[in-house]
């Protein structure tokens, strides 16, 4: 159930101020068009300012551009960022109650904090330390000599294999396996021989990972997921890879092994890196591209084989241009007679 605030609470919380009545209670939040009496709502631009107005909701969270002879503002410096802020207010994460499931199967070696909360068919592995207020959702499997951070949330069904170290307040999500082999094999007379797998996974603080993500462990290191990165679902990150702190990484992306990320990367949706590159700081790479060579800080990089995105864009816009230009050369040709020249 949501809570309830005043406007001047809010205010107060978001740093912000009132326009309007600062006793007006708020008890959720909601799109304009959904909103209801005791709704706070949120608007950026003056589409949706109008919106906000025109609906029931009694008041609206935006910037310091808007003001209203009908509704209360609560004007913020960033009204994006206060958003995020409001949604926290308004709907608090589950708390769960510390203690152990009796369906849990903990390790005699294990040291689970008293404040942890183990939930309904976890397992527990030798020498495994879960800190303080950890949670362990249900059907969650943590494998021998690993690490789960204080704060770090486990959602149902993920998989850490042995030797994992997760930071605090890392949140990952339903059926992710974290520390599964690296795909390293070699070819020996005729067969693939696998090449055995004997690293593990690093995870920084203030991670969140998606649903349905695999984040092999390395051949012999370690693959390293850097301090406040956010991994989206589907997601594939290979043997040794480096993602450096604050990066993006998109639905469906895939990054090959031994593969290198700064700070504050972005991949786009599908994009994918091929192994044994170094990807600068800052990079932003386009979705579904194709990344083949190392990429400097700050590059933006765009298409298949991908290139700086300025270059690829030019190089769309001549292929666009192409079926104009091979009528024109035909209509030459014949003026020309070349046209016969060539059928001969």
């Not at 159930?1 to 205010?11: C, K, L, N, S, V």
């Not at 002879?69 to 949604?87: D, E, G, Q, S």
């Amino acid at each position: 159930m949501a809570a309830t605030f005043t406007t001047a609470e809010i205010a107060k919380l978001l740093q912000g101020e009132v326009l309007g009545d600062t006793n007006a209670t708020l008890t959720g939040f909601a799109m304009a068009d959904r909103a209801q009496p005791g709704d706070l709502t949120f608007a950026e631009t003056p589409e949706y300012f109008a919106a906000a107005e025109a609906g029931q909701a009694t008041a609206i969270l935006a910037d310091a551009r808007f003001a209203s002879a009908t509704k209360t503002v609560i004007r913020v410096p960033n009204a994006r960022i206060a958003f995020a802020k409001a949604l926290a207010l308004f709907f608090p994460e589950p708390a769960f109650a510390a203690g152990i499931h009796p369906s849990a199967v903990i390790a005699p070696t294990a040291q689970v904090a008293a404040t942890a909360h183990i939930g309904p068919h976890c397992v527990v592995g030798e020498r495994v330390q879960i800190g303080a207020h950890a949670v362990l959702q249900s059907g969650n499997n943590v494998g021998a000599d690993s690490v789960v951070g204080e704060g770090t949330n486990l959602f149902p069904n993920v998989t850490v294999y042995p030797r994992t170290q997760i930071g605090r307040r890392v949140r990952i999500h339903a059926g992710t396996t974290i520390g599964s082999d690296g795909y390293g094999y070699v070819l020996d007379g005729g067969i693939h021989r696998k090449v055995p797998q004997i690293g593990n996974v690093v995870i920084g603080d203030d991670v969140e990972i998606g649903a349905n993500v695999t984040v092999d462990r390395g051949a012999l290191g370690s693959t390293v997921i850097g301090a406040g990165t956010k991994i989206d679902n589907l997601v594939q990150i290979a043997h040794n890879v480096v993602l450096g702190e604050h990066c993006l990484i998109v639905s469906q992306a895939g990054i090959a092994g031994s593969t290198h990320l700064g700070k504050y990367v972005v991949l786009a949706g599908q994009a994918g890196i091929a192994g044994h590159l170094k990807i600068g700081n800052q990079v932003v790479v386009a979705a579904q591209s194709g990344v083949m060579n190392d990429i400097p800080d700050g590059g933006k990089w765009l298409g298949s084989p991908a290139k700086p995105d300025r270059q690829t864009k030019r190089e769309w816009v001549a292929v666009m241009h192409l079926p104009e230009l091979l009528k024109k050369v035909a209509t030459w040709e014949k003026k020309l007679g070349l046209d016969k020249a060539n059928e001969s």
